[in-house]
């Protein structure tokens, strides 16, 4: 007669239902529901970008993008190089310098902004930080300055509750690092002069291509101002102190993958299938819902931000509250391994610079029914690891 192995009492069974897609990675995120490599096959390959063809399904992406994202008509959209940070690095080295800019950081990229300004540009500034899992007050800040800031700390799972406090009549700019809030917010484009964001978020697109938007005020300061450093060519929207319009249009600054392109056009697709912006934000909000529901039924665990008005229904990050735990970082990593090795959620540790937990990408191309899967997972090898 074979032996019966058991499990310590305090060992959950471990769960027999799996995710379908156990891809929950904060960037490169999941792909759509819908997606299929053989969708892809009108892309416009070993074509140039600059043929009728090539600049056609450019400027599809930028229209869709405007029509979905409810992007006002006097709002430029342009797609530029080198992800949302080569986006919000554009947006910084050509319109800040004109006035004092207020830095705003709660998390790692922001920070990561500011160090651009304080050690880069060297202008005129002030610092604004919060701590992982806190907020900065918007309506502390001095809008007759500009503003530095991300909308969804992607680091920290903190976001911003309401862009209600920002004044409609600002004299500075506002810059706003998106990249994990749009398509997932209804971001209020008469509070934001320039937004970013990169396909590999919520539409869960492929890196390397970002997203620029100028607001009309964001336009009249690039072709006002000049800045006191040179511009590397990759940077540089105006021409003869005018916007060069083209890039608005699709005419790319540098050469973008058509079969990336290609593969955006099919998620704005999706995303209209879904119900458009409310439905792309309707998921986010059901992925984030189960894992608030799971968090709740236990007492080992916690959402990093601490106050559930500012909690990203994208970039959920999670902590460990259990007193037993000694060393968080090792016993975090610990879990998302065995997560990762039974193939059932990967890529959930929590970002390097953050505190030790777990990261969960809830954006609208995960399905509900995955995030309820994976998480009886997560109790389980939680459970496995405190009892050794």
Known sequence: MAMQTTLPQDVAARPSARPTNPRFSSGPCAKPPSFDLSKLAGAPLGRSHRATEGKTKLKAAIETTREILR????????????????AFEMAMWTLLGERPVQMVAWESFGAGWVTDVVKQLKIDHSVHTAGYGEIVDLATLDYTQDVCFTWNGTTSGVRVPTGDVIPADRTGLTLCDATSAAFAVDLPWDKLDVTTYSWQKVLGGEAAHGMLILSPRAVERLESYTPAWPLPKIFRLTKGGN????IFRGETINTPSMLCVEDY??????AHSVGGLEGLIARADANTAAVTRFVAAQPWIDFLASDPATRSNTSVCLKFTDPRITDGAAFAKSVAKRLADEGVAFDIGGYRD?????????????????????????????ETEIAG
Not at 71 to 86: C, M, Q
Not at 363 to 380: F, K, N, S, Y
């Open 243 to 246: 916007l060069i319009e083209g």
């Open 265 to 270: 056009l099919q998620a704005l697709d999706w």
């Open 354 to 382: 953050a505190p030790p937990g777990l990261r969960i990408w809830c954006g609208a191309t995960v399905e509900t029914a995955d995030i309820e899967a994976m998480l009886p997972w997560l109790a389980w090898a939680f």
């Open 71 to 86: 992007i006002p008509d006097d709002y430029r959209i342009g797609i530029v190089p080198a992800s949302d940070t080569g």
